[in-house]
């Protein structure tokens, strides 16, 4: 995995903070590969409520805290609410990806 302890337990502190403290959180994509280098942090997000915010203002300020925590690495953010539908790519980060 090529993020941090630290930034791993922060990271998961804010989406709970936003998306309730029991969301379930994965990191997918090439930063669970520790060979490979670069590459933007893509994370799902199984959300155990609905922003008091709403979606777009919730998701937009915790990439956007995300990224400086990632300091300025791009993050690709993917939330599942209560009573979404499952897609294809909810299966792939949840088979392919580390749960933190």
Avoid: N
Wanted: proline residues 4%; contains cysteine; hydrophobic residues 40%.
């Amino acid at each position: 995995m090529r993020i941090s302890e630290q930034q791993r337990q922060l990271a998961v502190a804010r989406l709970r903070e936003c998306f309730g403290p029991d969301s379930v959180i994965w990191l997918f994509g090439s930063r669970v590969e520790d060979r490979r280098r670069g590459g933007d942090v893509d994370l799902y997000v199984e959300a155990e409520q609905e922003p008091d915010a709403g979606r777009l203002t919730a998701e937009m300020a915790v990439a956007i805290d995300l990224e400086d925590l990632f300091e300025g690495v791009s993050v690709d953010l993917l939330v599942r609410y209560p009573g979404d539908a499952e897609r294809p790519i909810h299966r792939i980060a949840k088979q392919r990806g580390l749960l933190l």
